[in-house]
Nanobody, 122 residues
Framework: QVQLVESGGGLVQAGESLRLSCTAA????????MAWFRQGPGKEREFVAG????????LDSDSLKGRFGISRDNAKNTMYLQIFSLKPEDTAVYYC???????????????WGQGTQVTVSS
């Protein structure tokens, strides 16, 4: 069973940038379409960005487009999420997910990490 592990979260000041990482324990991420989701306090889990297995196609959230950059390095078995100009409303647990279809739909991803907390102070 592939386990996804997120890292890079923490407490940051508004306006700062942050890079989150997602790697897999026990198996390669090659061949998986992958994505980042986030869940803020009292909110539904929402799609942030997705990337194809080869990294040649990305999918952005219409509502979040512009401050989030997704990338992956299959040689390092790692996916990244760069977040620019962080805002207090970006405070959430950020999850990485993997599946066979690149989509914004949460239920198309069947491998999930435990999440990493990002807290943005104003």
């Amino acid at each position: 069973q592939v386990q996804l592990v997120e890292s890079g979260g923490g407490l940051v000041q508004a306006g700062e940038s942050l890079r989150l990482s997602c790697t897999a324990a026990g198996r390669t991420l090659r061949g998986y379409e992958m994505a980042w989701f986030r869940q803020g306090p009292g909110k539904e889990r929402e799609f942030v960005a997705g990337i194809s297995a080869h990294g040649d196609q990305t999918l952005d959230s219409d509502s979040l487009k512009g401050r989030f950059g997704i990338s992956r390095d299959n040689a390092k078995n790692t996916m990244y999420l760069q977040i620019f100009s962080l805002k207090p409303e970006d405070t959430a647990v950020y999850y990485c997910a993997a599946g066979m279809v690149l989509t914004i739909r949460r239920d198309n991803y069947y491998l999930w990490g435990q999440g990493t907390q990002v807290t943005v102070s104003s």
